[in-house]
């Protein structure tokens, strides 16, 4: 899904979850482009061209800042917390009723790696790692994922 997030006299963002090399200009991607007068298969190319080295289908959470004289620059971050506890867990989707359903279960050492991995995401760079670690288990919680130790 894409969303309009900033909307300046200079520029406009776009934020949206885009599957690693695999962007092509269809929607949410193409209208939210095209509409802003962008060639969306540009940004796909390019975005894919940077994401290669990630595994198919890793969903990359992406601000795209498009200009007036109709140029964009993009920034790719890492992939949601969720997607890695998921992974870990070797589940599909999280519980329907998180707090009483439990779909699946990760150790202390998943929730470590997982907390390295976003520890170099640039909004966490600061935080000390147990406090990431908890953040990280709270959100285990949230999608029905038990930490064990």
Not at 51 to 68: A, F, G, R, S, V
Not at 94 to 107: D, F, H, L, M, R
Not at 118 to 136: A, F, P, V, Y
Request: proline content about 8%.
């Amino acid at each position: 899904m894409a969303k309009v997030v900033a909307k300046t006299a200079k520029n406009v963002q776009i934020k949206c979850m885009v599957p690693a090399a695999k962007a092509t200009p269809s929607p949410p991607i193409g209208p939210a482009l095209g509409q802003r007068g962008v060639k969306a298969i540009d940004f796909c190319k390019q975005f894919n061209e940077r994401t290669k080295n990630y595994e198919l289908d890793t969903p990359i959470p992406t601000i795209i800042t498009i200009k007036p004289d109709r140029t964009f620059t993009f920034v790719t971050k890492l992939p949601p917390t969720t997607w890695f506890l998921k992974r870990a867990a070797k589940v599909e989707k999280g519980a329907s009723k998180p707090g009483t359903e439990i779909v699946g279960k990760v150790s202390l050492k998943h929730v470590y790696e997982i907390a390295l991995i976003k520890q170099k995401q640039e909004n966490m760079r600061d935080l000390e790692l147990k406090g990431i670690c908890k953040s990280i288990i709270a959100t285990a919680k949230s999608v029905g994922i038990q930490v064990v130790p």
